[in-house]
């Protein structure tokens, strides 16, 4: 006989709960199921999670709410649940005793490949998604480094979504406030408007260049209603509980006459030895005060900075710390991006200053403006705001760098906490790391870098655009020689796209130039079409923000490629049968048919090319990416040759 008995001295924790070993096949041989104990506390939650299994829970004792899903479902002793493969489910608990729980498992791979095939990645595409992309500082044009980031990423995302009849929008602008463009102006000899707006103008101009064309733009300085909706929205934030105005030391250059902050202040960050200015360590990640770092100078003169005392508003983030830990939880959150969250509530949230003794940026009075990263915050909401306003709730996707996981992680949902202003708040974060150019950082200071506008001018915007896409900093830094950057054009997808299409078959004499219907089917032909659907489900799969590669879609848009040149190439000798003339016209067909596919696929990444395949196989308007791909209509005629990848000679990145 064998027993087990609830033991709570004997239970681990494991899923954001309390868990006990009960029986599993290791105990008894050919026992088909697991299961434990389980105990979530008084005022908890359990971690939101999915398995393979199917799973079931028996409550013991106590009351709470199982959650699978959208469902949900308050349970008492004797209540049962059954949870199915890959359903996200918790517990919460919000009675003053522990829910006590058996839960059963068992591995059942027909139920979770069965749950896979009923839902598709495309069924998972919001019917309407804002992708926003931090607004770039205009303090300097574009590089490479820049586009391989988020933008280009973004861009990615919002014309695969509308080729599939999703509402999509893309949400930027420039960060005119920043103080990087007064320190800019200042090196210049010039004043900060005239920096933040010429170089605005020509970073717009090379995101547009690169078949990047925001459907909204955040300029402050040319939007005259700004200030006033920031301040509205700023007085909201003041007003919260959490923030109190105090009087505390602060990093000042006595020679400059400058309060020293973000770009004013150069030292060493203390937590991991890089270079850094205050307020964000672009190395670690990690908040400071300038008045923290190590050696702390002006940028400006180089004097090294004494303290005086400031008075200003504080935002205290600690207070938030559980309401963030909420949000996050039901947030999707890259994991580069989690794990530094994670440290940063661990290690405990410091107060942030919300105004700065400075002229620049939207102004209070009294010498003090709204700080740049707080103006930056406001001017997500209020742009999610109007948005929402405008044509109804989305979901919102944020695309950025992890050097801005914390202003974006953090400090926006504790902004908008505090504003009450949480219904704007991202429902999914997609960091990058950096692109490093020969090993190093791109650096505009030392001239190490490529600019995006000679790249584009050189190679064309779908060159650069595949390029940047295949070498996409996600979770990791990437690496580009400038050899490579300087003959984009070798791109393996780029040169096997070329090929096949320069040598697409034309369609035979006897068809009168006209593209056939499908006629007899052979094994070959069907296994080719549901290659052709099965790879458009990979593909979809990879533009859900929680799976989000760029690299990956281009990865399989090459095979993709490679698998319809060798049906080609195997299909030649059907097409030179004369007893074959049925299977020629399905094999034709499908050929064809590859390319429609190959157009609303590459849209994303080569939006020229793709409109000149689609236009050439005499489609209307701008791709469509279908779920399942239906025929080209018997007799279309496709002009000879098919079209070539743009480089700069042909640059055109649609519309």
Known sequence: MITRKFDRSAM????????????????IKGLPFGSVFGSVAAHSVSKRHAHQDGEMFIVLAGQATVVLGDEECLLGPGGVVHLSPFGFHEIRNTSDEPFDIVSIYWEDIPAAVEVLDQTSPRARFAERTLVFCPPPTPN??????????????????????????????????????????????????????????????????????????PDRLTRPLGNPEHADRIRELFARLAASPAVTEEERETAHCPQCELSLHQAFALGVCTHCGASSNGEICEACGRPNEARELTGLACLICGTPAVTRSERALWLD?????????????????????????????????????????????VPLGDGRAVDAWVDLALTFLDAARAETEQDGPAKISLFLGYDNSFFYAVLLPAVAFAAELTEYLPTSFVTNQFLHLDGEKFSTS???????DDALAAAGPDVVRLALLRDAPEGRVTRIARTTADRLDQDPLHLGAQAWLAGFAAPTEELDGKVPGTGAWTDAHREFYRYLNL???????????????????????????????????????????????????????????????????????????????????????EPVREAEWTFLPSGTRCATPAPRLATAALAGSGS
């Open 12 to 27: 681990s924790w494991s899923y954001e709960m309390d868990l006990q070993h009960m029986l599993d096949a290791t105990d």
């Open 140 to 213: 300097g044009g574009l590089h490479l480094g820049h586009l391989a980031g988020p933008y280009v990423r973004a861009d990615m995302l919002v014309r695969a979504l509308r080729s599939a009849g999703r509402d999509a929008r893309y949400v930027t602008g420039t960060d005119d406030h920043q103080s990087f463009v007064v320190t800019a102006a200042r090196l210049r000899g010039t004043e900060p408007a005239d920096v933040a707006t010429t170089t605005g103008d020509a970073i717009i101009a090379t995101l547009r260049a690169a078949g990047v064309s």
């Open 317 to 361: 983030l600690g207070a938030y710390a559980e309401r963030l830990r909420d949000y996050l939880r039901l947030t999707y959150t890259s994991p580069d991006l989690q794990a530094l969250v994670e440290r940063l509530l661990a290690e405990g949230l410091p107060a942030y200053r919300l105004d700065r003794s400075t002229e620049w940026g």
């Open 446 to 452: 030392r001239g190490h870098a490529v600019w995006a």
């Open 535 to 621: 790879a458009t489900q990979q593909l979809d799969a990879l533009l859900l923000p929680e799976s989000f590669s760029a690299r990956g879609y281009i990865r399989l848009l090459e095979s993709f490629v490679e698998r319809c040149d060798e049906f080609r190439a195997t299909e030649q000798a059907v097409r030179l049968v004369p007893s074959l003339p049925e299977e020629a016209r399905t094999s034709l067909a499908l050929e064809y048919l590859a390319a429609k596919a190959f157009a609303a696929l590459a849209w994303p990444v080569t939006p020229g090319l793709a409109q000149q395949v689609w236009d050439w196989l005499g489609l209307p308007g």
